[in-house]
């Protein structure tokens, strides 16, 4: 079939092609704009999100031998790559090798983000990987590519000559792997630029980082001057100052979570989104616990019941026990 008239399937596969590669590129120039990604702790963080992939999922040893000791620079490795593969899909360029590094992280997303999802097909890195491997077997048929405008660009010319086709061809997906390369550079290091200038160019708000606004765990084990006896978390009356107060569940090893509630009620919550993963923050001003990557919300006046987001499955509670003498809070049982 001649090049200008493409299958009618390449054609069909045209809005997978653009929406896969369009959602990779905005998702890696959206986690260099994120001011909370490139940091090594706090909510969102990839310190954050590598330290609880480590504990779920089945890629444990290998993100604690690569991935812990450098999550920044993984995390920057990542957004590159995210972008590499959207660009490569939207312009053709190193077309298949684009498609399959695209597999490649939603496969690795599927196992570390999503690993935790249940049931499976609530997460949306599988149907992403599937839809780059579709991808890679089908070609893009000639449709919307760049790589002649650049060959020409290049004054890159076939060869005449039978015996120099497959030096041309390598030469030809060469060049187009290097200018896909500094394309993919060019994207990262302006979201990244922009990134640095402030807070108006970023993705998210920063997080907060005290008791005093925003949503993350307030520090200071027991608060400012105290003491938490062995075994206890905290006490009541430094929970009902801050309303919130984070700490490390010792038996699941999972970041968690005490609120105060409008009744002065004290309750505990395991701070792992159902969702996918991430760790989840108190919000003083709505007193729900937010999702700082997707946006999942949760009611601790109700059980950490979903009230918005991408998950149906509430919080896991932790019971507690309060000592009535000292007002000393520790996890019961």
């Not at 004054?155 to 200018?179: K, W, Y």
Request: charged content about 10%; glycine content about 14%.
């Amino acid at each position: 079939m001649p090049r200008d008239h493409p299958p009618s399937f390449q054609r069909a596969l045209l809005p997978l092609r653009f929406f896969v590669g369009g959602t990779f590129l905005f998702a890696g120039i959206d986690k260099l704009l994120d001011p909370a990604f490139l940091r090594m702790t706090g909510p969102g963080s990839i310190g954050e999100q590598l330290a609880t992939y480590s504990r779920i999922s089945p890629l444990a040893a290998l993100v604690h031998a690569v991935a812990l000791p450098a999550p920044l620079l993984v995390g920057v490795v990542i957004a590159g790559l995210e972008i590499a593969a959207g660009l490569g899909a939207l312009t053709g360029l190193a077309y298949r090798l684009s498609a399959v590094i695209g597999a490649l992280l939603a496969g690795t997303f599927f196992l570390t983000a999503s690993w935790a999802i249940r049931p499976y097909y609530l997460g949306a890195d599988l149907p992403y990987l599937f839809g780059w491997i579709t991808l890679a077997l089908a070609g893009h048929g000639g449709l919307y590519v760049l790589g002649d405008s650049v060959e020409r660009a290049f004054s890159l010319a076939p060869s005449p000559a039978p015996a120099g086709l497959a030096t041309d061809r390598t030469r030809r997906g060469l060049l187009q792997l290097v200018v896909l390369a500094a394309g993919s550079l060019s994207v990262a290091g302006i979201a990244g630029t922009l990134s640095a200038l402030g807070p108006a160019f970023g993705s998210e708000p920063a997080p907060v980082a005290g008791p005093d606004g925003g949503s993350s765990f307030p520090a200071p084990p027991g608060g400012p001057g105290t003491s938490p006896a062995r075994g206890e978390i905290a006490s009541v009356a430094t929970v009902r100052a801050l309303r919130s107060f984070g700490f490390i569940d010792p038996a699941s090893g999972d970041p968690a979570v005490l609120v105060a509630l409008g009744d002065g009620t004290i309750v505990a919550f395991d701070a792992v989104c159902t969702h996918a993963a991430c760790t989840v923050a108190f919000d003083r001003l709505s007193g729900n616990l937010l999702c700082p990557c997707h946006g999942a919300i949760f009611d601790p006046t109700h059980g950490a019941r979903v009230l918005d987001g991408p998950t149906d499955v509430p919080l896991l509670a932790l019971p507690i026990r309060i000592d009535p003498a000292t007002g000393g809070i520790s996890l019961a049982g």
